[in-house]
T-cell receptor, first 115, second 114 residues
């Protein structure tokens, strides 16, 4: 079975630009979460979507947005990029919205560099 | 302030030696607790989790963790480390009970000496 897939794997953008990151969950998983991992730190929660609705939002500015499509894939959008947005962006999927018995499965991430 | 603390940024152990990685949390109630491992260039893999019940939990790859409520700790252990265990280890909590919204520690990088 395919795991969580993210695209692209690497991306270089310039300050002020916009970026879209994509995630395909494991087949049968209806929940997708996004995390930002800055170099040398642990991942930080950005968003969770379940059944195409936003179920959780971390402490990130409005420049960050996301959506989930009918096939449960998801996009993370970041507008007006700043140097500090450079990070590894991780997508994770789970079968259910927040159950302890529905563990998260992480993708390998998209490495975003903002210059 | 609510936080997850991993006091050791980097640990080096010899192959075959025992390992303990520390994790402390500060949340009001006992949250869901997790340990993840991240190899270079890869995503995170769940090693084990704790919600309630037996305070000693077994995970994959021979890892175990012990929850100590009095110390607000959830330390990860392995009796004998293998070279393939070299990676970054993250402790995480789900304070709201939603394991999609997790708070991670800063991580401990494990180096294994031959």
């Amino acid at each position: 079975d395919a795991g969580v897939t993210q695209s692209p794997t690497h991306l270089i953008k310039t300050r002020g630009q916009h970026v879209t990151l994509r995630c395909s969950p494991i087949s049968g998983h209806k929940s997708v979460s996004w995390y930002q991992q800055v170099l040398g730190q642990g991942p930080q929660f950005i968003f969770q979507y379940y059944e195409k609705e936003e179920r959780g939002r971390g402490n990130f500015p409005d420049r960050f947005s996301a959506r989930q499509f009918p096939n449960y894939s998801s996009e993370l959008n970041v507008n007006a990029l700043l140097l500090g947005d450079s990070a590894l962006y991780l997508c994770a999927s789970s079968k259910q919205g927040g159950s302890y018995n529905s563990p998260l499965h992480f993708g390998n991430g998209t490495r975003l560099t903002v210059t | 302030a609510q936080s997850v603390t991993q006091p050791d940024i980097h640990i080096t152990v010899s192959e075959g030696a025992s390992l303990e990685l520390r994790c402390n949390y500060s949340y009001g109630a006992t949250p869901y607790l997790f340990w993840y491992v991240q190899s270079p260039g890869q995503g995170l893999q769940l090693l084990l989790k704790y919600f309630s019940g037996d305070t000693l939990v077994q995970g994959i790859k021979g890892f175990e963790a012990e929850f100590k409520r009095s110390q607000s700790s959830f330390n990860l252990r392995k009796p004998s480390v293998h070279w393939s265990d070299a990676a970054e280890y993250f402790c995480a909590v789900a304070p709201s009970g939603n394991n999609n919204d997790m708070r991670f520690g800063a991580g401990t990088r494990l180096t294994v000496k031959p």
